[in-house]
């Protein structure tokens, strides 16, 4: 069995993590300051390297102003 880092729904939810960031017009720094984190872990987040849990996409979700249907979306698809 694959890890699920490297299937096509992984990349499917991190695309909608970086859509969702340019949505609000906020660029990685400025996201990683709200979260406390190095900007390396929002790029991290964005390319798929890092498999977020559901804890850290809601906290995403929330500085973005979006539902976390707005990440599902994508994999209704698959």
Do not use: W
Not at 7 to 31: F, I
Not at 40 to 57: A, F, P, Q
Request: net charge positive.
């Amino acid at each position: 069995m694959r890890k699920t880092i490297y299937s096509p729904q992984h990349k499917a939810v991190a695309a909608c993590l970086r859509r969702a960031r340019l949505d609000a017009g906020l660029n990685q720094s400025a996201v990683a300051k709200r979260l406390r984190k190095p900007q390396s872990y929002v790029s991290r987040c964005e390319t798929g390297d890092h498999r977020l849990d559901v804890v850290e996409l809601q906290t995403f979700a929330r500085i973005y102003k979006k539902s976390l249907d707005y990440f599902m979306a994508p994999l209704h698809s698959f």
